[in-house]
């Protein structure tokens, strides 16, 4: 099978929690390939093994049987590979809203000046260039989700992995949200995968994958919707 264009494949990847009676299968044998260009949303419903399949495409977690490697990758999994928007809090709570976005770069040795200008320009692709001085204490929980795209954005990664970005937002915001993430990814060439229960949201992306009960189906391309993400709790 061809590499090219192969960002990350899995090969029967599968992740058990537990063992023994109470041994808890969250992916089963999950078998995938994501190609720069790609864009993807994964849907099915809570517990039906999302996050945990977007966790071993990023390397946070290591499958209990199987493979997931990333041929497409010149180093290995990482913020200026592999950007993660995780479905629960992830800001830090001692640094400003810029600070956090803009923390991936200046772990990879940009200066602070030039991450703090590219952290702004991303935070206001998604409305929240307004928050940049404010901690995260301070932010709602729409606030914070927006805040996490525009770091992963930030890092410019290969690949995009989004763990329901929308499903704090409200219609518009949600809207903006997606767009940034898919021009950001037409710039920078890379895959985009989107885990969702939005089927709004599902069409804005050219293929749509499902997962029930931790096993994944990949599908065909579908056409792809215009329509804005549905209202979804805090927009703010």
């Known amino acids: 099978m061809s590499t090219a264009g192969v960002l990350v494949r899995c090969r029967a990847a599968a992740r058990t929690y537990g063992a023994g009676p109470t041994a808890v299968v969250a992916v089963h044998g999950a078998s995938c390939e994501i190609r720069a260009g790609d864009r ?68 990879a040795g940009q200066p602070e000046p030039a991450a703090r200008r590219r952290a702004l320009d991303c935070l206001d692709l998604v409305d929240a260039a307004h928050l940049a001085d404010k901690l995260p204490e ?54 985009l995968v989107v885990t969702t229960h939005d089927p709004h949201v599902a069409r804005r992306l050219r293929e749509q994958w499902s997962m029930h009960d931790g096993r994944l189906q990949p599908g065909p391309p579908t056409p792809q919707d215009s329509q804005p993400p549905s209202p979804q709790g805090d927009g703010q």
């Open 40 to 107: 993807i949303a994964i849907t099915g419903p809570s517990g039906s093994g999302k996050s945990t399949l977007l966790h071993l495409l990023a390397a946070l977690e290591v499958p209990t049987t199987g493979e997931v490697t990333w041929p497409g990758l010149a180093e290995k999994p990482g913020p200026k590979t592999v950007g993660v928007v995780f479905q629960g809090p992830s800001l830090i709570p001692a640094l400003d809203v810029a600070e956090n976005t803009a923390l991936p770069l200046v772990l």
């Open 138 to 191: 301070e932010l709602s929980g729409g606030q914070a989700q927006r805040v996490a795209v525009a770091r992963v954005l930030a890092a410019a990664p290969r690949l995009i992995l989004a763990d329901e970005p929308t499903g704090q937002l409200d219609q518009g915001t949600g809207s903006r949200v997606i767009d940034a993430l898919v021009a950001t990814a037409d710039a920078l060439g890379a895959g």
